[in-house]
Every structure is written in C-alpha cells, then in structure tokens.
C-alpha cells in the first residue's frame, strides 16, 4: 500500500492546479497504489484567493464518488480534507468531521499572527528561534485543544517561504514547544505528517538535500517519547509534485528507525512499510 495521504485538486482547493486526471496519472508513474484528495477547507482564511476556501461537503463527496468511478480502482481514491485551524474553528470543525463519510482528516496551521506567510513575509523579521518558538507553540494549543484529525500536517510549514540564509527547523530552537506538541499528538494517537513539499521548497531556496529533510534532533525526539505514527504526504498542488522526493524521505526515515508509513480509511488507521516507497 503505497500512498500520498496529501494531494490537492483545482476543483475544491483555492490553489489547487490539476485536475483528477492529472493526478491519477500522475499517480500511476510514480508507483502509487492509493491517493487521499485532501482539498483544503479554510475556513475565516484572512486573504484573497483565485478560488474559495471552503466548499460544500456534499458536492465534495458527490464528487469524489465521481472520481472514484472514473478511477476505474487502478488508483485506490480515498477522500480526505485539510483543515485549516483556528481557535474559533475547534467547534465547527468537530461537527464537520461527521458530516461525510472521510478516510482521513489533516489539521494545519497556515497562519501565523492572523496572516499566512505565504502571503506576508513580516514574520520573517523575528529571531528564528523565536519566530519558531511562537509558530510550534500555536500547533502544541492546536493538537491540544482538538480532537477531530488524525494527522497533523506540515509541522514546519512556517520554513517554506523564510528569506533567512538558514531557515532550517531545528529541535534546538524551541524544544519545549517540540514536547508539548509530541506529547498531545502521542497521547490522542495521531500522526505527524511529514511534508515533503517542504522539503522541496527547501531545495530550491538553496538548502542542501541532507539538511532539507526533517531535523534528525526532531524525529529521535518524537520517537524518544513515543511516537511512532508518520505520514508521508507530497502536498501536490500540480501533478509533477505528486508523491513528490517519496523514495528518498522514505529512506531517510528508515535510517532514524521509523519503519511504517500509517494512513487511514474510514478514520481507522492503516500500516504499510517504508520499504515498499523504495525505489
């Protein structure tokens, strides 16, 4: 079972860039027997995009029932969404969980005071560690304060656009806030998503490939205190991401002792070894 637990499409995500097609294709070559459309569902999203971020929930399984024919089960399509927190939102995004039948729910933080980095580069101006410190500490009181997801997706999110020479996370620069975030993910039985879109944006801005991949410090950590549960998620918004640097994160994960890649269907979660994203 080989699967990217994190794709977007250009039908429900505001940013999304490819059709299902697209995907399915895209899915196909790279060796991937399963694929979580994981749309992003935004809600109070502070600025203005090509499309919404939100959508109704029974035009999005309508259409996934859709895809799923039209897939024709030589890709396994699993239907997920990304949600994106906010403190308000703990509530609603409990009730939505239910509402349809999904496979897997990823929560994620892309704002950091009010605004999404991406957008606004100002939060950049802080110390790193501080500007770290603040942005793991706001996804500790997300994994705390929720319950309705089962992965947390892209940790280090707040690296991707850092003008910084140096913008690699590390478990030094804000261990505590590291803790409180393993803990809560640990004691709820949820997973940590690693991203490897962040590690291709890393790449590209410079960073060499060794330390683009996840800070050896953070992964023993989780593991040290007894987190077990990874997800490997390409974040794809166009189809040559899909199941982005997969075999080489896989390998990279090996080597710390992390052995299964989990993922879910119909919230339950699933195993399959790393070994089999080798290529």
């Not at 299902?20 to 999203?45: K, Q």
């Not at 939505?96 to 729910?105: A, E, K, R």
């Not at 580069?121 to 790193?128: A, T």
């Not at 683009?212 to 953070?218: G, L, Q, R, V």
Request: with cysteine; charged share 30%.
């Amino acid at each position: 079972m080989i699967t990217d637990s994190h794709v977007h499409t250009l039908y429900f995500s505001g940013d999304g860039k490819m059709t299902v097609e697209e995907m399915l294709e895209a899915a196909s070559r790279s060796g991937l027997t399963s694929v979580v459309i994981t749309d992003h569902y935004d809600d109070d999203f502070p600025h203005d995009m090509e499309g919404p971020m939100t959508f109704n929930l029974s035009d999005y399984y309508s259409a996934f029932c859709t895809w799923t024919k039209a897939s024709r089960g030589k890709i396994s399509l699993r239907l997920g969404i990304e949600l994106g927190y906010q403190p308000q939102l703990v509530q609603k995004y409990a009730d939505l969980s239910g509402q349809i039948p999904f496979d897997s729910i990823i929560l994620s933080n892309h704002l950091f005071e009010g605004k999404d980095p991406y957008f606004f580069r100002d939060c950049y101006d802080k110390e790193k560690s501080d500007l770290h410190n603040e942005y793991v500490s706001s996804l500790a009181n997300m994994a705390e304060e929720s319950d309705s997801f089962d992965i947390l997706g892209h940790y280090d999110y707040i690296v991707r656009y850092s003008p910084k020479e140096n913008p690699v996370m590390r478990y030094a620069d804000c261990p505590k806030a590291f803790d409180r975030l393993f803990r809560a993910l640990i004691s709820k039985g949820k997973s940590l998503e690693i991203n490897t879109r962040t590690i291709q944006k890393l790449r590209k801005s410079g960073v060499s490939e060794i330390d683009s991949f996840p800070d050896i410090e953070i992964l023993d950590q989780y593991r040290f205190l007894g987190g077990k549960r990874l997800t490997l998620g390409s974040d794809a918004h166009e189809a040559s991401s899909v199941a982005g640097l997969f075999s080489e994160t896989a390998r990279y994960l090996i080597d710390l002792g992390f052995r299964y890649n989990f993922t879910y269907i119909r919230r339950k979660e699933r195993k399959s070894r790393f070994e089999d994203f080798l290529k």
